[in-house]
């Protein structure tokens, strides 16, 4: 049976989940594999999103319906994975760059929005704003997703700062955000943002760096105290 660990933060649910374990959103199942790399589900659609690692791990989830890919990064894009997780009818998006470099799949560019498969994603803009981080994520190459399921709208951070694009979202059921230093953004960057956006449920996702791992705790403080709800499912 699953277990959960519950810690109430400010007058909002936060939940632990086991490693591996999947967390329920009505009809839409999230199950978190590693850092970037997790999978939405539900009784239409398998959809992968950033895989990356061991092909075994996916082994249960049987072939996506859809792979969603954000950037070129090795924690975001595996060639040999992605070709190996494919079946025949699998749909692949992801920003133009990877495409290039993966040789199939359908390019889908900031601000473009597709739907397929009883799903509709938009890509968002995801790049760094401070001077020092640049260089590590340009405006225009990679993409954010919202993704909207079972009437759901997720937003999927991708490699980003607290940009503009980001702060402007609506109507978000869960914001999927990453945290991590000195690619990302800060936990406070991260919470400001969610704050703005007003997600009705916020995960913290990416948090490892070279710094480490981000102050996730820090962050659902910081969100919680908004009335948004925080859940910290097992990334690491």
Same mark, same amino acid.
């Given at each position: 049976m699953k277990t959960y660990v519950m810690a109430a933060l400010l007058g909002c649910l936060s939940f632990i989940s086991l490693a591996g374990e999947p967390a329920?959103?009505?009809?839409?199942?999230?199950?978190?594999i590693e850092h970037a790399t997790f999978v939405m589900q539900t009784k239409q659609l398998t959809v992968f999103v950033d895989p990356v690692g061991d092909a075994e791990r996916f082994r249960q989830f049987g072939r996506p319906d859809v792979i969603l890919i954000t950037d070129i990064h090795y924690d975001h894009m595996a060639l040999d994975l992605v070709?190996?997780?494919s079946g025949v009818e699998t749909n692949i998006l992801?920003?133009?760059a990877v495409i290039k470099q993966l040789g199939q799949g359908k390019a889908i560019n900031n601000g473009e929005t597709l739907r397929m498969k009883n799903m509709v994603v938009e890509a968002v803009a995801m790049y760094n704003?401070?001077?020092?981080r640049l260089k590590y994520h340009p405006k225009g190459r990679g993409n954010g997703y919202v993704v909207t399921l079972?009437?759901?709208?997720?937003?999927?951070?991708?490699?980003t700062e607290d940009v503009p694009e980001m702060r402007a979202l609506e109507n978000i059921d869960i914001a999927i955000v990453c945290?991590? *230093?000195?690619?990302t953004m800060t936990p406070q960057q991260a919470a400001s943002a969610v704050i703005e956006m007003h997600p009705k449920i916020a995960i913290p996702y990416h948090y490892r760096g070279t710094e480490g791992l981000?102050?996730?705790?820090?962050?659902?403080?910081?969100?919680?105290?908004?009335?948004?709800?925080?859940? *910290?499912?097992?990334?690491?």
């Open positions: 329920l959103y009505g009809a839409i199942k999230i199950t978190p070709k190996k997780l992801a920003p133009k704003l401070t001077e020092s079972s009437d759901k709208r997720i937003y999927i951070s991708g490699d945290m991590n *230093l000195p690619y981000s102050d996730i705790n820090a962050f659902s403080q910081l969100v919680s105290a908004k009335n948004i709800r925080v859940d *910290l499912l097992q990334w690491y």
